[in-house]
T-cell receptor
Framework: EAQVTQNPRYLITVTGKKLTVTCSQN?????MSWYRQDPGLGLRQIYY???????DKGDVPEGYKVSRKEKRNFPLILESPSPNQTSLYFC?????????????FGPGTRLLVL | GNSVTQMEGPVTLSEEAFLTINCTYT??????LFWYVQYPGEGLQLLLK?????DKGSNKGFEATYRKETTSFHLEKGSVQVSDSAVYFC?????????????FGQGTILTVHP
């Protein structure tokens, strides 16, 4: 089954404790990205990757890091989480990253930073 | 920059009622337009899309027409069901230097009562 998986689905942590949210896709997609969803704001892009070792900032990259060492994986790293990073996070992928492509989303990771 | 505006929600309807969720956009060039749906506890999934002006996207009884003259992509369904209860997001994919980034509206919560 074609899918995007994320882990963990739920995470409670404390300010400053480094964490990683994993994302993996099995569709051989070149383009992957991370979004955060906040009430009243819709989804906003954090980082994206056009292919292995090619990443760039989205609209809200502050406080986040990413890496793309393998085509299927695109982890999101919060090196020193703060309460304003409490949010619902989605990983997404598409074949080439063109404007008209369908994006495939993971199930989401709900993060609470105390 | 690009932006998407959705009608204020939430929307509450009785089963078999007619649904309209308004969506307008601001963008340069010729973006693609999408409606994504998020069922409770799940990630976003594509509902329908249109990649050029006057195209109509349709799926599961939902329709939306890409109107360049009014910069709109309103979602409609003639007879809603309880199972349509979800959050609906209008989104824009500009392509070009935006690559696969989607610009989302704030989302509209739809609740359908029996």
């Amino acid at each position: 089954e074609a899918q995007v998986t994320q882990n963990p689905r739920y995470l409670i942590t404390v300010t400053g404790k480094k964490l990683t949210v994993t994302c993996s896709q099995n569709m051989n997609h070149e383009y992957m990205s991370w979004y955060r969803q906040d009430p009243g704001l819709g989804l906003r892009q954090i980082y994206y990757s056009m292919n292995v070792e090619v990443t760039d900032k989205g609209d809200v990259p502050e406080g986040y890091k990413v890496s793309r060492k393998e085509k299927r994986n695109f982890p999101l790293i919060l090196e020193s989480p703060s309460p304003n990073q409490t949010s619902l996070y989605f990983c997404a992928s598409s074949l080439y990253g063109t404007g008209g492509e369908t994006q495939y989303f993971g199930p989401g990771t709900r993060l609470l930073v105390l | 920059g690009n932006s998407v505006t959705q009608m204020e929600g939430p929307v509450t309807l009785s089963e078999e009622a007619f649904l309209t969720i308004n969506c307008t956009y601001t963008a340069t060039g010729y973006p693609s337009l999408f409606w994504y749906v998020q069922y409770p506890g799940e990630g976003l999934q594509l509902l329908l899309k249109a990649t050029k002006a006057d195209d109509k996207g349709s799926n599961k009884g939902f329709e939306a027409t890409y109107r360049k003259e009014t910069t709109s992509f309103h979602l409609e369904k003639g007879s809603v069901q309880v199972s349509d209860s979800a959050v609906y997001f209008c989104a824009l994919g500009a392509g070009g230097t935006s690559y696969g980034k989607l610009t989302f509206g704030q989302g509209t919560i739809l609740t359908v009562h029996p």
